[in-house]
């Protein structure tokens, strides 16, 4: 006989729990409707040159603690090859004094000082001037000499590790500063890896189209060069429109923007140092307003520079993946101030 019980109620503890489960997959589900979108084409490219600038900066850490190094080596070099000529210079005055010491044993005997001498630790021996009473006026000079050059050999010996120390340290630095660049511009590649390859080809002819498109339509004015040398940098730098940026690159075919400058006035036969923290000394400061063509600016916190162009533009190696062209100074961040190479 079928059994006629009505079903059970579910208790108050069950009903609860159903609820609470269906109001977390509400829930869950609108999180998901309101998750981020997608970035747009346009915000990825934003993206993309912020990082690029950033590495820019970072680039020029980088050359700043390589030219570091490259200034410490040749330093330690230096020192090195002082200690090393200081060293022969004493063992050549010592086989002096032992050639003398030989003649003193075949005509009778050697004198005690030159004994002493000739033993492991001459230098406690001369610092008591007693001993200097038993040599001989040619052999006394010889080692007081000897003495003077084994206390300055000490003390450049100690430079050269100072040297050696700092440079270690310098290393160090330098592939700190390495790594954030790579950091950057992998960050930079990542994004830019997530546009289709027609995206990309079109973000690429923008870069390209932009610096074409500055050298032919730039109204540069008729502002006078501060002198023949800014002139000639400035003409120099104009036939590298188009260059690409490159990390690192001073020339002639791809540039970083401190290579450019650079590079520029080695054209007009003018030296300027390696990166923009040390370009800054390069000549004499100058506000905005004194600006004349050939002049370098520098934005950024010094982190960037190019050469002012005239009419408020600059010509300049932007970032990695755009190519030097001119660009008004209002689209460039914070300006800095210009110098005027002497």
């Given amino acids: 006989m079928a059994s006629h019980r009505r079903p059970k ?56 603690a390589k030219e570091q190094q490259k200034k410490l080596e040749k330093e330690v070099g230096a020192l090195q090859d ?42 406690s021996y001369l610092d008591k001037a007693s001993a200097l009473d038993q040599l001989t006026a040619t052999q006394a000079e010889t080692l007081k000499k000897i003495q003077e050059k084994q206390r300055s050999l000490a003390q ?47 973000f690429r002819d923008q870069e390209q189209r932009a610096s074409r498109d500055s050298d032919d339509r730039v109204d540069l004015g008729n502002e006078a ?24 690159g001073t020339g002639p075919n791809s540039f970083d923007c401190s290579g450019l400058t650079q590079w520029a006035y080695a ?6 140092s390696r990166v923009t923290y040390t370009q800054v000394n390069d000549g004499v400061r100058i506000g905005r307003s004194a600006l004349k063509p050939g002049d370098l600016v520098f934005f950024n916190n010094t982190s960037h520079v190019g ?18 062209r001119y660009e008004s100074m209002n689209t460039m961040g914070s300006f800095q101030f210009g110098v005027r190479v002497g």
């Fill in 156 to 202: 450049e010996r100690k430079e050269a590790q100072g040297k050696l120390g700092d440079l270690a340290d310098i290393r160090e630095t330098l592939g700190a500063k390495k790594k954030k660049l790579q950091d950057k511009l992998a960050e930079a590649q990542r994004l830019y890896n997530t546009l289709t390859a027609a995206e990309k080809a079109k």
């Fill in 307 to 324: 050469l002012y162009a005239g009419n408020n533009t600059v010509l300049h190696a932007p970032y990695p993946g755009a190519y030097v």
């Fill in 9 to 64: 109620k579910p208790s108050r503890a069950r009903v609860t729990v159903l609820t609470a489960t269906a109001a977390a997959a509400v829930a869950l589900t609108s999180q998901a409707a309101q998750a981020d979108p997608k970035p747009s084409k346009s915000e990825v490219k934003a993206k993309v040159d912020k990082l690029n600038h950033e590495a820019a900066g970072a680039n020029e850490q980088y050359n700043g």
């Fill in 225 to 248: 060069p501060a002198s023949a040398r800014g002139s000639a940098a400035l003409s120099a730098a104009g036939t590298r429109v188009g260059k690409p940026y490159v990390p690192s």
């Fill in 267 to 272: 054209q007009a036969n003018v030296q300027i």
């Fill in 82 to 123: 002082k200690v090393a000529r200081g060293q022969q210079e004493i063992n050549n005055l010592r086989n002096g004094l032992g050639s003398l010491a030989a003649a003193q044993y075949r005509s009778g005997g050697l004198d005690p000082s030159v004994q002493l001498f000739l033993s492991s630790d001459p230098d």
